[in-house]
């Protein structure tokens, strides 16, 4: 989502690297450039003013334009300010520390992905907090709204309050805290209608909603590809209702990510939750200190460390280890692999979470890394009989051109995946037989050896169709 806001930000913070000495000079120039860059983000003008004249206030000082290291100085003091912008360190967690059941009230424009959010949320507090959820629709306005809620909370194997028909927004909402305190219920997640615009109609039934439940938390969802449009929309309900959290839609899309840095300055309320993706399970803490890391250029192990072991499986994942020690390593242990990564989301997404990753995706020139390559290498092992996957040397061209055809695949895609394989095992005999003290002696060009530095397959190599 940062994407063309982190790779202008770093060709600035390179040229400020660069020089041995920062003068003033210097810093106003790269304040011009982050300025521009801000805008062209489509971050809200009054936050851009802010967020520079705070940058430059620090960054002309006595020790920064002294340090030894004034250019690195300057990028820290980038960092701090755009934490500060989004919201301060750490994730801000949802308020439940209220008597059960817990009224959290989900607010926000049509299309805003606001339904699916409540989902979201049902099934985290579900899992992560082991709460008893019922999620309630008062979307009385949109046709089948209220089933599509109820088949989200069969999906998140959580309550959903019966449907009657002709009960108005503010009857349902009394029913569902009704039902809340009778059954037993943590948490009653009441999903409000929304308009394609705001209008004094969609508030003022939202206002007696808030008045009959007195909810804990008001959580706006907002689209984040709808850039300034989404900062208006969180300002018009912060002044009507009061928004206690924010909740960011399509993180994952390709918006300029100036919604996310708009929203804690215009409105006071901190995100507390991102989206990307319309999986049940696609729904984060917002963490401005990693954010601001990634839009930097300097990745967010954290987070990548968090997601793997998410959705990694600890038993699959020690017994892959164990095959690869005793290089018993074969196609169907790598299919198993591919769909353990393709858990994580897209590769365009891991490797934004790795350090200086932005430079080596502008190198790939923009090659397709996206899960389907993963879908479509598990699809080539799925068309070879057990005997091709665990003995891949017996593939020659007749049994390459059945398993393309079967695959849907070319046979040059075929070969690519087998060369890419070899390569693995290749490293995987090398690692075996260096040892422990022989890699620590001969480091990775041991390990190397004469592969010619093609262990990913051809990845971004000019000519190449796709990586891998």
């Known amino acids: 989502m940062f994407e063309s806001l982190s790779n202008r930000l770093s060709s600035v913070f390179?040229?400020?690297?660069?020089?041995?000495?920062?003068?003033?000079?210097?810093?106003?120039?790269?304040?011009?450039?982050?300025?521009?860059?801000?805008?062209?983000?489509?971050?809200?003008?009054?936050?851009?003013?802010?967020?520079?004249?705070?940058?430059?206030?620090?960054?002309?000082?006595?020790?920064?334009?002294?340090?030894?290291?004034?250019?690195?100085?300057?990028?820290?003091?980038?960092?701090?300010?755009?934490?500060?912008?989004?919201?301060?360190?750490?994730?801000?967690?949802?308020?439940?520390?209220?008597?059960?059941?817990?009224?959290?009230?989900?607010?926000?424009?049509?299309?805003?992905?606001?339904?699916?959010t409540a989902g979201k949320i049902a099934l985290m507090l579900r899992t992560k907090e082991r709460k008893r959820i019922l999620l309630a629709s008062l979307d009385t306005q949109r046709p089948a709204a209220q089933l599509q809620l109820a088949q989200l909370a069969e999906r998140a194997e959580v309550s959903s309050l019966p449907i009657i028909q002709g009960q108005t927004p503010v009857q349902i909402a009394e029913r569902a805290m009704d039902a809340g305190r009778r059954e037993g219920f943590d948490i009653v997640i009441l999903d409000t209608a929304g308009r394609l615009s705001i209008d004094e109609e969609l508030?003022?039934?939202?206002?007696?909603?808030?008045?009959?439940?007195?909810?804990?938390?008001?959580?706006?969802?907002?689209?984040?590809?709808?850039?300034?449009?989404?900062?208006?929309?969180?300002?018009?309900?912060?002044?009507?209702?009061?928004?206690?959290?924010?909740?960011?839609?399509?993180?994952?899309?390709?918006?300029?990510?100036?919604?996310?840095?708009?929203?804690?300055a215009i409105t006071g309320a901190p995100i507390k939750l991102t989206g990307s993706g319309?999986?049940?399970?696609?729904?984060?803490?917002?963490?401005?200190?990693?954010?601001?890391?990634?839009?930097?250029?300097?990745?967010?192990?954290?987070?990548?460390?968090?997601?793997?072991?998410?959705?990694?499986?600890?038993?699959?994942?020690?017994?892959?280890?164990?095959?690869?020690?005793?290089?018993?390593?074969?196609?169907?242990?790598?299919?198993?692999?591919?769909?353990?990564?393709s858990k994580m989301g897209s590769l365009s997404g891991i490797m934004g979470m790795l350090p200086g990753m932005g430079k080596i995706k502008e190198q790939l020139n923009g090659a397709n890394l996206d899960t389907k390559i993963l879908k479509r290498q598990a699809a080539i092992i799925s068309s070879m009989t057990v005997k091709e996957r665990r003995d891949p040397d017996i593939i020659k061209a007749s049994r390459k051109k059945r398993i393309a055809a079967g695959a849907g695949s070319s046979v040059q895609e075929v070969n690519q995946l087998l060369k890419q394989f070899e390569q693995m095992t290749t490293m995987m005999k090398r690692m075996n037989k260096l040892g422990q003290k022989g890699l620590m002696r001969g480091g990775l060009g041991a390990l190397m050896g004469g592969m010619g530095g093609g262990g990913m397959g051809g990845l971004g190599k000019p000519g190449g169709r796709r990586p891998f």
């Open 14 to 116: 390179d040229r400020l690297r660069g020089r041995g000495a920062l003068s003033e000079t210097d810093v106003l120039e790269a304040m011009r450039e982050v300025r521009l860059a801000l805008l062209e983000a489509d971050v809200a003008l009054p936050v851009v003013k802010d967020f520079v004249t705070k940058v430059r206030e620090r960054a002309v000082g006595v020790e920064v334009l002294r340090s030894v290291t004034p250019g690195q100085q300057v990028i820290k003091i980038v960092n701090d300010v755009l934490v500060e912008s989004l919201g301060g360190e750490g994730a801000v967690p949802l308020n439940l520390n209220v008597p059960a059941p817990v009224p959290v009230l989900m607010v926000g424009l049509q299309g805003s992905g606001k339904t699916t």
């Open 203 to 264: 508030m003022a039934e939202v206002r007696a909603i808030r008045d009959v439940t007195n909810p804990a938390e008001t959580l706006l969802v907002v689209d984040a590809m709808t850039g300034q449009d989404a900062v208006n929309t969180a300002r018009a309900f912060n002044e009507a209702l009061g928004v206690t959290g924010i909740v960011l839609t399509r993180m994952d899309g390709d918006a300029r990510g100036g919604a996310a840095l708009s929203m804690r």
């Open 278 to 341: 319309e999986k049940l399970d696609a729904l984060e803490a917002f963490h401005p200190e990693r954010v601001a890391s990634r839009i930097l250029g300097m990745g967010d192990i954290v987070s990548l460390v968090e997601k793997a072991a998410e959705t990694i499986d600890k038993e699959e994942a020690e017994k892959l280890a164990a095959k690869m020690a005793k290089g018993k390593f074969d196609l169907e242990d790598y299919a198993n692999q591919l769909k353990q990564i």
